[in-house]
């Protein structure tokens, strides 16, 4: 269970792997949004899950399933598989974005440098 510090209290953790499968894809809709809030909520939400989830994401998809019966690695490879799939598809496509000013500017930069860490 997670920590949720700003009520000092122990709460199960929100976000986990699952999640992620499901926020990924629909951020890339946002990452095309005309609105600069929406570029900012993806880009938040995309750096969120890249700093709690990159370094699993990455060491599953560096150690895939041997020929043992594991179906709990198997799943969550598949996870970490989809949600590398489409962190890099979001990667290629906001960089058209990369040389816009300003705060939305860093952050776009912010998340590119992150999901660099990927490959």
Known sequence: SGI??????????????????IVVPALRSLFHSKHENHLFVACSTLKHIIRSFGQLIKDNINAPPTGNIDITREERYKKCHLCHQQIANISREIMRHEKVQGKLGSAIREIIKLSESFY
Do not use: F, K, M, V
Request: aromatic share 12%; proline share 6%.
């Open 4 to 21: 949720n510090a700003e009520y000092g209290q122990s709460r199960p953790a929100i976000w986990d792997l699952h999640i992620c499968t």
